[in-house]
C-alpha cells in the first residue's frame, strides 16, 4: 500500500479529560462496547476459534498432526525460505536506505515508489510474474527445461515470489528513521577519518538498530506467513513444496480439519510472538530515546552510555 | 540516474548502496513485472477487449471491487470508532485490545479464512445463531466482505489513530468556550481535522481488500460469475495454461491498485499540509 505499515501507536494512558472536552458517559460506555464488541466479531472470535478446533480433539491429535512429517517438511520450507530471504532483503533495505536518506540524486522520488510497489501488487499477481518468467511457458521457460533447471513449482520459486512480497518491509521502516536522524553524526565521523564501513557499524547502525530489527521482524513475518504469492508458484506438492500456510489450505481441503487448525494454530502463535516482539521493540526504542534526551540534557554526563557498541 | 551533479554531501558509499538497490529492485520487482506489462500488452487489442468484457472478468471485477468498497466503508467507521476509544476512553484491558488491532497484520491470510469459516459457518459460535434468522454470513458475497474486513482492519485504525492522538485540545476547548455543544465540536471541529486521514484510511482498505485473495477463497463458495474474487480468477486462468488471460485480467487490477496507490499518495500530502496549517 501506499502508506505502507502504519507505525505501532504509543499512546499513553491519557490523563481525565475535563467534562466539556470529552462525550457523556453514557456516550463512552456505549462507543467502548460498540468497538469491543466489533473487535470481537471480526478478530477474537476468529483466533480463538483457531486453538479451540485445534485442542478439541485432545492433545495427541494436536501433536501428531504437528509431528506428522509433511508438516514438519513444510514447516523446514517455512524456515529455509525465510532463512534465504530475510537477510537477503535485510542488506538491499539497509543499501536502499542508506542511498535514498543520505544523497539527493534525480529519480530519488521515483525510487522511492518503486520500492514500494510491491504493496499494492495483489498477492496472486506477486506469484503469477514468476510463473510468466520461468513456468513451462514462460520467457526463460524453454530455456530452462533444456538445462533442467526448475524455478516453478520447486524451492527458488517460492523464494523469488517470496523476496518480492517482502521486498519493501526493511526499507520502508529505516527510510522515514534514517532521514529523521539526518547525516550530521555520519558526516562528523568521516571528517574525523573513519571509513565508510566504520561509520556503518559504529554510527549508523546503533542509531537505527531497533528501527532496523522491526523491519527484520515484519519482513520475517510476511516471509512465513504469505500465503496467496506462494500459492501460484509452488504447486502444492506435499512434504516438498509446501509452506505451512499453504499445508493448512491443502489439509482443510482434504477434510483433516483438526489437523488444519492444529498447524494454523502454530501459525497464530508466530503471529502473536510477532506482535510480542514489536511491543519489546517499540518499547526498547522508546527508552533508547529517552535516555538520549536524557544525555542531551545534562551535557557534562557521557554520551556513551547511551549509544551501545557494535563491534566493526 | 546518478548523475555526479547532484551527489552531494561527503559520506561514501553512493555508488555501492544505489547500485545495491537498482539491481535488486530491477531483478526482483521490476523485471518480473515488465514480463506481466509485455505480455498483456502483445495481446491484440481485440483480445484484451473480449477478456476484459468477457462476463465471467466483469463479474469478478465486480466482486472484487464491490466488496471492497462495502469493507472498506464499514472498516472506515468501526476503525474510526476504535481508534477514538483507543485514543480517548480509559478502560479495563485497552493496552490488550490495542495489541491485538495489529494481529492480521502478521496472521497468514489462510489461517484468517479458516479461521472465519469456523466461527461463521452454519454449525459455528456466531454461524449457529444467524441461521435460524435466515442470515447465511460465509460461502457467499457476505464472506467475503467479512475476509476483506479482517485483513484491513488495522489500515483502518492505524491511520486514523496518530491523528487523534496529536489532535491539539486547544481547538475543542475553543469550541466548547464558545458555546458549541459536544457533538458541533465533534462533527464541525474534530471531524474536519480527521477527513484527510479518514479518506486515506478508505483508500488503503480498499486497495488492501481488493487485491485480497488467501483469506477469501475459504469464506466463498468461488463460483464463476458469482462468488470468484479476481485474484481467485486469474488463478484459475493460470491452472488453464491461459497465461494471456490471467495477464490481461492483471493488468486491469494493477490499474485499479495504482489509482488507489495514487490517491492514498495525494490524500497524505492533503493531511501533512492540514497538520501544518
Known sequence: MGGGLPALAHGGAKSRRAKHLTEPRWVRV????????????????????????????????????????????????????????????????????????????????????????????SPVISGMIFVLLFGAQGWFGAWLSEHDVKIVFAFPGIALATLFVTFPFVARELIPLMQALGSQEEEAAVTLGASGWQVFWRVTLPNVKWGLLNGVILC???????????????????????????????????????????????????????????????????????????????????????APRVPA | MSSSRSHAGVLPGFGLSLGITLTWLSLIVLLPLAALVLLAAEQPFERTLAILTDARTLAAYRLSLGGALVAALVNTVAGLLVAWVLVRYEFPGRKLVDGLIDLPFALPTAVAGIALSAVYAKNGWVGQWLEPLGVRAVYNTTGVVLAMILVSLPFAVRTVQPLIEELEPELEEAAACLGATRLQTLRRVVLPVLLPGVLTAFALCLAKSAGEYGSIIFVSSNLPGRTEIAPLLIMNRLEEFNYSAAAVVAIGMLLIAFVALLAINLLQAWTRRSQEA
Request: charge should be positive; aromatic fraction near 10%; proline fraction near 3%.
Open chain 1, 220 to 306: 520475517n513475518a510476511r516471509a512465513m506467513g504469505d500465503f496467496g504469492a506462494v500459492s501460484v508458484v509452488s504447486g502444492h506438492i506435499r512434504g516438498k513444496t509446501n509452506t505451512l500456510p499453504l499445508h493448512v489450505e491443502v489439509l482443510y481441503g482434504e477434510y483433516q480439519f483438526s489437523a488444519a487448525f492444529a498447524v494454523a494454530a502454530l501459525l497464530v502463535l508466530l503471529a502473536v510472538a510477532t506482535l510480542f516482539a514489536r511491543h519489546f521493540v517499540a518499547w526498547r526504542m522508546a527508552r533508547d530515546r529517552a535516555a538520549v534526551a536524557r544525555a542531551d540534557a545534562e551535557p557534562s554526563e557521557s554520551v556513551d552510555s547511551s
Open chain 1, 30 to 121: 456505549l462507543a467502548i462496547a460498540a468497538a469491543i464488541a466489533f473487535l470481537s466479531l471480526v478478530l477474537v472470535l476468529p483466533l480463538a476459534v483457531v486453538w479451540w478446533e485445534a485442542l478439541r480433539k485432545g492433545l495427541g491429535p494436536f501433536f501428531s498432526a504437528i509431528g506428522d512429517s509433511d508438516a514438519l517438511a513444510a514447516a523446514r520450507l517455512t524456515l529455509w525460505t525465510a532463512l534465504v530471504c530475510v537477510p537477503v532483503n535485510t542488506v538491499c533495505g539497509v543499501a536502499a536506505a542508506w542511498a535514498l536518506t543520505r544523497y539527493r540524486f534525480r529519480g530519488r522520488q521515483l525510487l522511492l515508489t518503486l520500492i514500494d510497489l510491491p504493496f499494492s501488487v
